[in-house]
């Protein structure tokens, strides 16, 4: 078995839990936040056997859109100084960041 962690844009969050649900697949949502745009975003907890894995990897790369987002500079008063930057920048976000991770033990008690 595997636990899938996905962390997809929230404007995807909707139509990808909706297909999850559709096609039989047990997912927990959750949000969360970027921590470098400091941003909402959502997290998927999905527990799936082994033969379902790259099923899972297609819903989820035909629902997740790619975005470029442009953040302005930010002050080094309002923000720590690591994360201080002068000029704008441009990031790409996703489509999504997936982690597969082996279960060692899957109980409902
Ligand atoms: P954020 O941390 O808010 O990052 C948003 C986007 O900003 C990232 O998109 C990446 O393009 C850019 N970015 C992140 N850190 C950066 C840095 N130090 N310098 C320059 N650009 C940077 P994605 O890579 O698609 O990540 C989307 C979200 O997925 C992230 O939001 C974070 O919540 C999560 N994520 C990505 N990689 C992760 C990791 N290795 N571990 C845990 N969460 C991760």
Redesign the pocket.
Same mark, same amino acid.
């Given at each position: 078995m595997k636990m899938m962690i996905a962390?997809v844009h929230d404007h995807d969050a909707h139509i990808l839990l909706d297909v999850l649900n559709k096609e039989g697949f047990k997912a927990t949502k959750m949000a969360?936040? =970027? =921590?470098?745009?400091?941003?909402g975003?959502t997290t998927f907890i999905i527990g799936t056997d082994n033969q379902h894995v790259e099923q899972l990897l297609d819903i989820i790369k035909e629902n997740c859109k790619s975005r470029k987002k442009t953040i302005a500079p930010m002050s080094p008063i309002a923000n720590s100084l690591e994360s201080y930057y002068s000029f704008p920048?441009q990031?790409?976000? =996703?489509g999504a960041?997936v982690f597969i991770i082996d279960v060692e033990q899957f109980l409902k008690i």
């Open positions: 962390i969360s936040t =970027g =921590g470098f745009l400091r941003e975003n920048m990031v790409q976000i =996703g960041t």
